[in-house]
């Protein structure tokens, strides 16, 4: 039931600016009517415009009216909205203000943010009082599938179908059949990650005959245990045809098993943390199940999940999840249920979650149905993203709302007028408009065809972007308590499962407990012994380990298995005895008591190993170390009994009393300690040690050769002619690289596995200059490669971007070659005044232009990127340079010189001349110049001397680091202390006997 009392103008998002004349005013609040919801809502700007804020501002504002939400959040920037402070004390605040706790600098900085927050809130009318009554009345939680960062989310592999399978099916059969092959994409996805769509065609097919057929007779195939079941349907299906072609005909029998075990792997490894946590049950996240009245607001965090597949395979459970759980509901005519993904375009391309054709995703047809049904249901989507380009316009024109924020490029702005037309919507004067917003404002087109530009408001919680580790800290205890109670089971049942469809007998599943079930090793051992951790357990260390290599149950056979027993003597003594002395006085009293262990074991212990197992002694036998003896062969260690008079002796020795005083209890047991399996793997052994105490696994390889590499690269790929040439090693892998005029391929291969752990195939140069040639029909001005991808640039400004992986084509529009060199050329004569430049080099790599200017004067570097920002770098022609060096030689009457060197300086150059007056460094930069004399000689110092006083010179004496030079001049002589090393002077004039510094400005203007 909505709310209504909170707002009833409608849904509060901002101010309204005036669009009339240059400037914008603010002319009241804008409100979003609710019932628009219902025809959902596309929100798009670059990055940083403000759309999160814009989409987080609807969900606080459903939130206080009772309307659930359920968020997709991509980078973690969503789950902030549980940063709800309505004071300066909660505890929380500095962590999340970027502080730390009891530090009083923190505390500061902590409530001043605070303050400024509220401040900006009050801008638009809120206060702390708001921010207390979302707080009040919703429930933020944050789930997080295969991690337990958040509330773990289980997402199972398959789905159950419908409530209304039948009545659907009969009506809209397209559906199931969307729903079935999404699933099936998704599931055969992870089976096959390196095989094209056209290579798994049959087991597509396949298995949605399987799910279709499951889901029509009612067998369950969500969870662990749905997994299971739909192994034994593959392994003994009960279809007897594809189509019109027989079952053995269309996918034979040795392709059915390679699926099944393919399945399987599911089942064991990092797979089954995809089935931890709550159920994926839309009544949970929509709040169904609250003990209070508290609004839920659901988000789903996948900022855990690195690959685009597995955040893609997320989005399309949870949205066929909401389609399912919408059907159940009814009809509606309000809101009930906000969906809302905040980057719905993904990484572009076909890493959208809703992309463009020819783009096909998972996820697509899950949110088309969403899109088109969701309405009528009253489930309301709001998506938003920064790349308006490659989203499913066609699809999006079932969105009433468009929200458009700030867009960079006109580029951009010609894809949402495209998008806009193609989705069919009426948008007056959009062409003009779509320059108007700034950061944090946006132009609305409302399903009334009213067109508004609005300021968004501040958000009552604080917008951060949360990395996963702080995730929980924003969930409250009472919550986490809560939703224990709906974990599911993370371990497959024990009973087998007969499908009451089929009359053929349930398969074996490969699972550590049916592999010890089947254990029919060794001639078995009768003597009890206390087993700490049970062969199922082992089983299970060891198929992890094994898995780590990808090595998994399917392809292993155990050949045998030993249980390693330690044979453990405990006594326990005590002493108590009195001393008294020839009068009957007590002159000592000793008393003591411990434990003397021995051990009789195959394998050297630790000490906390023999003190673990010393306590052990005392624990009872299980039954069920007789039905491992059975199974496994046991291997006891020989050994002598533990005899009194020995811990008695030891003991005498230890507290110094007669042995006869010391009081022994001794206990002695068989203890399990280790399990040791030889396991066969394509015809050769592997050995594995479990320490079953010390929870320790050793696993011994075989090494597999060069050749045996080879072929297991050579059956993904048998065109490939591959040699010894192409192979290479290190300490764990062997490393293939193969080339062809199109591809180069590059496969890792373990020693261990034998298995292709990594595999890499890429377009050469050539193949994408023929991708490039065939899009666009001309020679490019430049190509080069960047990191994954090939790039070529052509004159007018086109931009492609090739995967050199998937072939995928990204084209871009970035300035063109002649206004690359207008604008640079602009700024120079700007800069220096000049015009007399001409180009000597341009090239366009990297998404930036490098383009080198030359004139008499100058030398100019110029660096451009796509958007026309410019970055100069002026330096001075050494060729000037050089000649104004010269004038200024000329300048100081030096004629004779000859040059040594020359360097770069402060963007000019430095030279260094030698003459008969020593050496002389000009440097002629940018903004000034310098003239400096070094290693002066004689002549030197009376020409320097000269040239600054005048004169005539009287004497010159050598005082070691200066020269003493007497000049006279208008019949007064002055002194000149002239630096033998840098040329530095000091004049000095007589006073009586003594010689007094003067200032040469002094000297030149005959002051004294």
């Not at 101010?15 to 609040?29: C, I, P, Y």
């Amino acid at each position: 039931m909505i709310n209504n009392d909170y707002h009833s103008e409608g849904l509060f998002l901002g101010q309204r600016l005036s669009l009339e004349g240059v400037e914008k005013k603010f002319s009241g609040n804008f409100y979003l009517p609710i019932q628009d919801l219902l025809t959902h809502i596309f929100i798009c700007g670059v990055t940083g415009s403000g759309k999160t804020v814009f989409g987080k501002a609807i969900v606080e504002e459903l939130a206080l009216r009772g309307v659930p939400s359920i968020l997709i959040d991509l980078k973690g920037d969503l789950s902030s909205l549980g940063l709800l402070f309505d004071n300066t004390s909660d505890e929380y605040l500095e962590l999340y203000t970027g502080g730390k706790s009891n530090v009083q600098d923190y505390k500061e900085k902590a409530k001043r943010e605070f303050e400024y927050h509220l401040k900006q809130l009050n801008k638009f009318g809120l206060s702390e009082e708001s921010i207390k009554k979302l707080k009040e009345s919703s429930e933020i939680t944050i789930f997080t599938p295969r991690s337990n960062k958040g509330i773990p989310l289980a997402i199972s592999s398959l789905a159950n179908p419908p409530e209304d399978l039948h009545e659907l099916y009969d009506q809209e059969q397209e559906t199931i059949i969307t729903m079935i092959d999404s699933l099936v994409n998704s599931l055969v996805d992870r089976l096959y990650p390196d095989e094209k769509l056209t290579r798994t065609e049959k087991e597509r097919k396949f298995l949605s005959e399987l799910i279709l057929y499951a889901w029509l007779n009612e067998v369950e195939l969500e969870g662990l245990q749905g997994l299971v079941r739909l192994i034994e349907l593959v392994d003994n299906p009960p279809i007897e045809e594809v189509g019109i072609l027989p079952l053995d005909e269309y996918i034979p029998l040795k392709q059915r098993k390679e699926l099944a075990k393919k399945l399987n792997g599911l089942l064991v490894g990092a797979e089954q943390l995809w089935y931890k946590g709550i159920p994926l049950d839309i009544d949970l996240l929509s709040g169904k199940h609250h003990k209070t009245n508290k609004t839920q607001i659901s988000i789903i965090n996948l900022t855990e999940l690195d690959s685009f597949e597995d955040r893609c395979f997320v989005v399309s459970r949870i949205a066929y999840s909401i389609y399912n759980w919408m059907r159940k509901q009814g009809g509606a005519t309000d809101p009930r249920l906000i969906f809302y993904i905040d980057e719905i375009g993904g990484g572009g391309g076909k890493r959208a979650f809703y992309p463009s054709s020819p783009f096909h995703v998972v996820s697509k047809p899950a949110i088309n149905l969403l899109l088109r049904q969701g309405r009528a249901f009253g489930v309301c989507c709001v998506f938003a993203t920064q790349n308006p380009g490659d989203v499913n316009y066609k699809g999006l024109s079932n969105c009433g709302t468009w929200v458009v924020g700030k867009l960079r490029t006109k580029r951009d702005r010609d894809k949402i007028l495209e998008g806009i037309s193609e989705a069919d919507i009426k948008f007056n004067k959009i062409d003009e408009l779509l320059t108007s917003p700034d950061e944090g404002e946006f132009l609305i087109k409302l399903r009334s065809e009213e067109v508004a530009l609005i300021k968004e408001r501040w958000l009552m919680s604080f917008h951060r972007t949360l990395p996963p580790l702080v995730l929980s800290k924003v969930l409250s205890q009472e919550v986490k308590e809560n939703f224990k109670a709906f974990y599911l089971p993370d371990r497959i049942p024990g009973q087998k499962w007969f499908s009451r469809t089929s009359a053929k007998p349930a398969p074996t599943i490969l699972t550590p407990e049916t592999i010890f079930e089947n254990f029919n090793f060794g001639t078995g051992h009768g003597d009890l012994f206390v087993l700490d951790v049970e062969p199922e357990e082992a089983i299970r260390m060891c198929l992890q380990e094994l898995a780590k290599e990808h090595i998994f149950p399917e392809e292993i056979q155990f050949k045998n298995a030993q249980l390693i027993i330690a044979r453990v003597h405990r006594a326990d003594w005590n002493v108590d005895k009195v001393l008294h002395n020839s009068r009957g006085e007590i002159i000592n009293h000793i008393k003591g008591s411990g434990i003397y262990s021995r051990f009789d074991a195959p394998l050297k212990l630790s000490e906390e190993t023999k003190e673990d197992l010393t306590k052990m002694v005392t624990k009872p036998v299980s039954p069920r170390s007789l039905e491992v003896c059975k199974k496994i062969e046991v291997p006891l260690p020989d050994s002598n009994r533990l005899t009194k008079t020995e811990v008695r002796s030891q003991i005498s020795k230890k507290v110094n009393v007669p042995y006869k005083d010391i009081l022994v209890s001794i206990k002695e047991q068989n203890i399990a300690i280790a399990y040791k399996f030889t396991i066969e793997y394509r015809g050769k052994n592997i050995k594995c040690f479990i320490n079953i105490i010390d929870n320790k696994i050793i696993v011994s390889f075989p090494t597999f050769s060069k050749e045996e590499a080879m072929n297991e690269v050579r059956k993904l790929h048998p065109t490939l002619q591959i040699d010894e040439e192409d192979v290479s090693s290190d300490d764990s892998s062997y490393i293939v690289n193969y080339n062809t005029e199109d591809h180069y391929y590059m496969f890792k291969v373990s020693k261990k596995s034998c298995k292709v752990l990594k595999e890499k195939v890429s377009i050469t140069e050539k193949r994408a200059k023929q991708i490039a040639r065939d899009r666009v029909k001309e020679d490019p001005f430049s190509i080069w490669k960047h990191g994954n991808t090939w790039n070529f640039y052509y004159l007018d400004g086109t931009w492609l971007i090739i995967d050199e992986e998937s072939e995928n084509v990204i084209t871009r529009s970035v300035i063109s070659s002649e206004q690359a060199e207008t604008l640079t050329r602009n700024k120079l004569i700007k800069t220096t005044g000049e015009s007399d430049f001409f180009i000597v080099r341009k090239e366009f790599k990297e998404g930036k232009w490098f383009l080198n200017f030359e004139s008499k004067k100058w030398a100019v570097d110029s660096e451009i990127d796509e958007n026309g920002k410019i970055i100069q770098n002026l330096r001075l022609q050494q060729a000037y340079c050089l000649e104004e060096a010269k004038k200024i030689l000329a300048e100081n009457k030096i004629s004779e010189t000859l040059l040594k060197s020359s360097a770069v300086w402060s963007n000019g150059w430095e030279f260094i001349f030698s003459s008969p007056f020593g050496e002389c460094v000009v440097r002629i930069g940018r903004k000034n110049r310098e003239f400096l004399k070094r290693n002066i000689t004689q002549e030197g110092a009376k020409h320097f001397a000269q040239m600054e006083i005048g004169g005539e010179v009287r004497a010159v004496k050598d005082r070691e680091i200066f020269w003493d030079i007497i000049l006279k001049k208008q019949k007064r002589n002055y002194r000149v202390e002239l630096n033998k090393q840098n040329g530095a002077m000091q004049i000095k004039i007589r006073k009586f006997i003594f010689w007094k510094p003067v200032n040469l400005n002094d000297v030149k203007k005959n002051a004294y």
